[in-house]
């Protein structure tokens, strides 16, 4: 049987200049959608990034637009919009490098080779060995650094003292990690150990007539003693409560300090507090009959540098003790019921471990350690006050472990390299340093929840 409407219709023949054209064809549609829909790609985060700029202008106008200053006896405004053209390019840029940044991390991964990293529990694992070598490695580099520092061509007595400074916030940054990024207890109020240790040195080198090298461990044994004293009525708090607990506790011992003025001195202070020696060789120009000074041992020309070099390496041999005390005592039993605390407190309870005797060991230790760099902090100073031990110094030491991350020894020691460097660097901004805080913390816990390095990771894990 024919099919004659089969039969009858033309085949079209297909040739190589027809597909040619087709192919071209569909390649420019195809190529106008790609253009179209990167376009639209890019326009949003333009007008994001717009859009955070206008916040910014508007938030920024009043706090950095104007400014009061006296002239010929009277309050004059002035204006300084330059600091506000400042602000709404930082906002626009860093808004878009977020949003490109996130629109590129697959093909970061992709470049970097992350990507190829094997799945599941072992692509973790490799993640994490490779990450713990680069640490181990950049905290290296940075211990022969600040060895070598007070050697270095350009290095001065401006450049070692700042850098004692950075030194005594990374102890107590080590210190607070033990018990924030540890054991998972928020302390706000860790200044009150700071302060302890700073005024006990105080009274004990001057009523006792101690030396340094005595009075240094009794210092870090009496804040251990407060911490352990804090630690009995705030066991059965957690997370916010714990904080406010905590920040009140610090607010409590700065009263007292203030107020004492039989012990404390209140507002005056303390001064005259002895400077340590080397070996009973005091850092003095003219020492006192009988006692032979440090540069006279030696044989050299008398500098004041000499006693500033001898105190960076003092802090600096102290902040290494405390990063190894802490790298230890993590791989030991109390550490690693630490970290069972931090995460599950019931699973805690369920394995044996009592969360009483925990918490007290985390805040006795943590606070010894802050003791210490207090003690340190008023034999270099010769001098504390109450006001050197306010809220602001908890915030800036809390900002310093979130910031770096909660657990890990190498971001807080870039995070207090940061936070002290800064206010120095820019001194124009003293007045907004707190406003540069939070506004750090913002851009952290947006685009590092877990901080600059997180190390909150378990010592040891369990597979299944």
Same mark, same amino acid.
């Given at each position: ?28 549609? $195809? ?21 955070? /700029? @206008? ?10 637009? &104007?400014?009061?200053? $006296?002239?010929? @006896? ?14 709404? /390019? ?15 991390? +697959? ?7 992350? /990507? ?13 060995? !490779? ?26 007595? *401006? ?9 005594? *916030?990374?102890?107590?940054?080590? @210190?607070?990690?033990? #018990? ?13 150990? *700071? ?37 009995? +009525? ?9 904080? %406010? ?10 009263? %007292?300090?203030?107020?004492?003025? $039989? ?6 202070? %303390? ?10 060789? +005091? ?14 041992? &030696? @044989? ?9 070099? &001898? ?16 790298? !230890? ?16 407190? %019931?699973?805690? !309870? ?40 306010? &809220? ?9 472990? #979130? ?9 807080? #020691? ?8 800064? +206010? ?36 040891? !894990?369990?597979?299944?």
């Amino acid at each position: 049987m024919l099919y004659p409407n089969k039969l009858t219709t033309p085949v079209p023949r297909v040739t190589n200049t027809s597909r040619n054209n087709r192919q071209q064809s569909v390649d420019s549609h $195809e190529g106008r959608d790609r253009g179209t829909s990167r376009f639209v790609a890019l326009g949003t985060p333009l007008r994001e990034a717009a859009f955070s /700029a @206008g916040l910014a202008l508007i938030l920024s106008l009043p706090f950095f637009g &104007f400014y009061t200053y $006296e002239q010929a @006896g009277s309050l004059t405004v002035g204006t300084r919009f330059h600091w506000v053209a400042i602000a709404v /390019a930082v906002a626009f840029f860093g808004r878009l490098l977020f949003l490109l940044a996130v629109r590129l991390r +697959p093909t970061l991964w992709q470049v970097t080779g992350w /990507a190829r990293m094997p799945a599941g529990f072992a692509g973790s694992a490799a993640l994490r060995s !490779r990450a713990n070598r680069i640490m181990t490695w950049a905290m290296v580099i940075a211990i022969l650094f600040a060895l070598v520092l007070p050697v270095l061509p350009f290095s001065n007595r *401006y450049i070692i003292d700042l850098s004692t400074t950075v030194l005594i *916030y990374v102890m107590l940054g080590w @210190g607070l990690n033990i #018990v924030v990024g540890l054991a998972g207890l928020l302390d706000l109020g860790y200044v009150a150990f *700071y302060a302890m240790g700073a005024y006990s040195y105080a009274l004990l080198a001057i009523t006792f007539d101690l030396s340094f090298w005595v009075c240094l461990p009794l210092a870090g044994l009496m804040a251990a003693l407060l911490g352990v004293l804090l630690g009995f +009525p705030v066991l059965r708090l957690r997370g916010d409560y714990l904080a %406010i607990v905590t920040l009140g506790f610090g607010e409590m011992i700065r009263i %007292i300090l203030l107020n004492w003025h $039989e012990l404390t001195g209140g507002p005056d202070g %303390i001064s005259g507090i002895p400077r340590p020696s080397f070996l009973g060789l +005091p850092f003095t120009r003219n020492p006192e009959e009988g006692v032979t000074a440090f540069h006279q041992f &030696f @044989g050299w020309e008398y500098a004041g540098v000499q006693r500033v070099i &001898f105190l960076y390496y003092l802090i600096l041999i102290l902040a290494l003790i405390t990063n190894f005390f802490t790298i !230890r005592i993590r791989k030991l039993p109390v550490g690693r019921a630490w970290e069972a605390l931090r995460e599950d407190e %019931i699973a805690c !309870r369920s394995l044996g471990i009592n969360p009483t005797n925990t918490k007290l060991t985390a805040f006795g230790i943590g606070a010894m350690f802050g003791g210490l760099a207090g003690a340190f902090f008023a034999t270099r100073q010769g001098f504390i006050s109450p006001e050197s031990f306010t &809220f602001m110094e908890s915030a800036t030491i809390v900002a310093i472990v #979130v910031l770096g991350g909660m657990g890990s020894q190498l971001g807080v #020691v870039i995070a207090a390299v940061v936070l002290v460097l800064l +206010p120095e660097l820019g001194r124009e901004f003293v007045e907004f340093r707190m406003l540069l805080f939070g506004a750090a913390m913002v851009l952290i816990m947006t685009w590092r929840p877990r901080g600059l390095l997180s190390h909150r990771e378990p010592t040891i !894990r369990l597979r299944l």
